[in-house]
């Protein structure tokens, strides 16, 4: 039972350098979710795709950009990494509200 | 003001004692309510539902006070297994955009 599998599971960047955060869910929901959690903050909400082709702003946006490629699959961009995107994301998938979550990706950027 | 407030604790808990603890939300409209507990740098997991005439799923007891909005979480005869952050998360609008408090830690010793 796979699940949402995120990958990579850890990354280091460099500041300005860019990457992408792959989501993947086999539960055939429609809605999925990029979240990042800081110690102190909680779960944040980036990114939100209610079903394939739409996606809305999450609370903290900016130096994000996402893709819902197909129902499976809803990836997570980061054009120019900056210190301040230094978390640990969580890729999510929902049905009738209940969210299962990947297992994270801790990414630094220095 | 947040939109879900919770205290982060911890809360140290004996094993075998009864361990409380609330979460307010902002939004008068939200309609659904939920625990998720989160080890320590694992995934949130649903812990459970919450309902308006509260409900209990073992030594879990889950209420809801729409009138003060805020729900609360009972945990009964604490296990050393219960040690975790338990996330409160309210359901912002009919499209499932769930929106997570930042925790309560439960320490719970021997």
């Known amino acids: 039972n796979a699940g949402v599998t995120q990958t990579p599971k850890f990354q280091v960047l460099k500041t300005g350098q860019s990457m992408t955060l792959q989501c993947a869910q086999d539960?055939?929901?429609?809605?999925m979710y990029w979240y990042r959690q800081d110690p102190g903050m909680g779960l944040r909400l980036i990114y939100y795709?209610?079903?394939?082709?739409?996606?809305d702003k999450g609370e903290v946006p900016n130096g994000y950009n996402v893709s819902r490629l197909n129902k499976r699959e809803f990836s997570l961009r980061l054009e120019s990494a900056a210190p301040s995107q230094t978390s640990v994301y969580f890729c999510?998938?929902?049905?009738?509200?209940?969210?299962?979550f990947g297992q994270g990706t801790r990414l630094t950027v220095v | 003001r947040k939109e879900v407030e919770q205290d982060p604790g911890p809360f140290n808990v004996p094993e075998g004692a009864t361990v409380a603890f609330n979460c307010t939300y902002s939004?008068?409209?939200?309609?659904?309510f939920f625990w998720y507990r989160q080890d320590c740098r694992k995934e949130p997991k649903l812990l459970m539902s919450?309902?308006?005439s509260g409900n209990e799923d073992g030594r879990f007891t889950a209420q809801l006070n729409r009138a003060s909005q805020y729900i609360s979480l009972l945990i009964r005869d604490s296990k050393l297994s219960d040690s975790a952050t338990y996330l409160c998360?309210?359901?912002?609008?009919?499209?499932?955009?769930?929106?997570f408090g930042a925790g309560t830690q439960v320490v719970v010793t021997p």
């Open positions: 999510a998938s929902s049905i009738n509200t209940e969210a299962f």
């Open positions: 539960m055939n929901h429609n809605s």
């Open positions: 795709s209610a079903s394939e082709g739409t996606t």
């Open positions: 939004n008068s409209a939200s309609q659904s």
């Open positions: 919450v309902y308006s």
């Open positions: 998360v309210v359901n912002k609008d009919s499209w499932g955009k769930l929106q």
